[in-house]
């Protein structure tokens, strides 16, 4: 792989990572409701979960799920429901938890690693993302190094991406004031969750 076509993997990789979305909205949740460990815990897991389809992608097993329907479907039912639970949840805090941090326990990076995992394997336009984006690279002699750079830049990028956001948010005059619009800036997060649990189903 040349380094013109690295830098076009890297560019598209930057472009899905910052588009707004429910895995930003769940990085922002835990990095204001919890703390800037939280925020970067759920950055790193939800990258994990990126890795794991981009591998899948460049391994070929995209490919085959792309060929059954139900698989994709069932997938995409997953994520509404868990999206709509994450919606709910916030819908029915009382925004305390932006007013107090809880910083750092372990029960909230555990909370943290989970929402960002889950956020991200429960994607199934991940999946479809990779396919559309690797699909140009990936050829039947590329070695295994072409595609470990592929998946690695994918990770790291969305990774760097989601704790640069958690460190933003977390700095202490901005901090401060989104903590003065807790309870507002609780129902937003759920609104627009719910908004597209509810867009996934009526695709």
Not at 18 to 46: E, W
Not at 100 to 120: K, P, V, W, Y
Not at 149 to 160: F, K, Y
Not at 184 to 197: E, H, K, S
């Amino acid at each position: 792989m040349d380094f013109m076509s690295w830098l076009s993997i890297a560019g598209l990789c930057f472009l899905g990572a910052v588009s707004p979305g429910p895995s930003l909205a769940v990085v922002m949740g835990h990095t204001v409701r919890g703390s800037r460990r939280n925020g970067m815990v759920s950055g790193m897991a939800h990258c994990l979960g990126v890795g794991f389809y981009a591998l899948l992608t460049v391994s070929g097993l995209a490919a085959l799920l792309a060929l059954e329907p139900s698989l994709e479907k069932g997938l995409a039912w997953g994520g509404s429901f868990y999206l709509a639970w994450l919606g709910i949840k916030a819908l029915r805090s009382s925004g305390g938890g932006l007013a107090e941090s809880n910083n750092g326990n372990n029960a909230g990076i555990l909370e943290a690693a989970r929402d960002g995992l889950m956020i991200s394997l429960l994607n199934p336009k991940l999946m479809i993302f990779f396919m559309a984006l690797f699909s140009q690279f990936v050829s039947p002699d590329m070695g295994w190094t072409v595609s470990l750079v592929m998946v690695l830049t994918a990770v790291l990028i969305d990774g760097a991406w989601f704790c640069l956001v958690a460190v933003l948010l977390s700095q202490r005059r901005f901090l401060e004031r989104l903590r003065k619009h807790a309870l507002c800036i609780d129902r937003m997060t759920g609104i627009l969750l719910l908004v597209i649990a509810l867009r996934v189903l009526t695709l």
